[in-house]
């Protein structure tokens, strides 16, 4: 470490507020872990490793650490064949978190209708095209929107990170580690602007909210009263 004196490089940070108003808002008591190893935020280029605050984060079944519910969203809509395509950051995230493992798709087989959970192994994933090659058929069409997740019991969104300027899951020499998960939000009055996947897709946004409300402790969403 360089102790000259003199000006570094400077960097901006902006934070991110996933409350609109600031009352009736509830935080987990005692809050949780973070995977590091599981955790990434494809959206957030150039950070990948510092999550954002708006990121839904659900529970990891083996060993009850917490990482991101969603990697990324359909970029065209899976036809229940073996494909399905995604944008090139969440391809790569995919590599990185599911190799050749099970992949999760919830979506609905056309706008607003009714949700599926679809779930496949990957064979190849193709980081320039974003196109992801599964063993086997999901069986089933999934719209424009839906949502991709891993298949380790964090793909239920049980809370949403508060955080306003994000957890960085390594430390200072890039090497990864768990992070105390200590804003856990659990209520309160969202902006959904703020919330991170929260695509236009109604059956999701649905799905978010029921999902949220199962483990939360009472939820009022800034769309539901917008015009």
């Not at 960097?11 to 190893?37: M, Y």
């Not at 798709?105 to 192994?121: C, D, Q, R």
């Not at 929107?145 to 508060?162: E, F, K, Y």
């Amino acid at each position: 470490m360089s102790r000259l004196p003199g000006l570094g490089t400077s960097r901006t940070a902006t934070p991110r507020h996933i409350f609109w108003g600031e009352k009736h808002n509830v935080r987990l008591p005692q809050g949780k872990v973070v995977d590091a190893s599981e955790s990434r935020d494809a959206g957030n280029t150039g950070n990948l490793t510092t999550l954002r605050a708006g990121i839904l984060m659900g529970k990891i079944t083996t060993g009850g650490l917490f990482a991101p519910s969603i990697i990324g969203v359909l970029s065209a809509e899976a036809d229940g064949d073996t494909l399905f395509t995604v944008n090139a950051a969440t391809a790569v995230e995919l590599v990185r978190r599911v190799s050749t493992g099970v992949v999760t798709v919830y979506g609905p087989p056309s706008t607003g209708g009714t949700g599926v959970a679809l779930t496949g192994t990957i064979s190849t994933v193709d980081v320039a095209t974003g196109i992801v090659t599964l063993a086997a058929s999901l069986g089933a069409v999934a719209v424009i929107g839906s949502i991709v997740c891993a298949t380790d019991g964090s793909q239920i969104p049980r809370g949403i990170l508060a955080v306003p300027y994000g957890i960085k899951v390594t430390d200072s020499d890039a090497v990864e580690q768990d992070m105390e998960l200590a804003d856990l939000c659990i209520g309160g009055i969202i902006d959904t602007d703020q919330v991170i996947n929260f695509t236009a897709e109604p059956t999701i946004q649905a799905y978010i909210k029921q999902q949220l409300r199962l483990y939360g402790a009472g939820y009022a969403f800034k769309n539901d009263f917008d015009a």
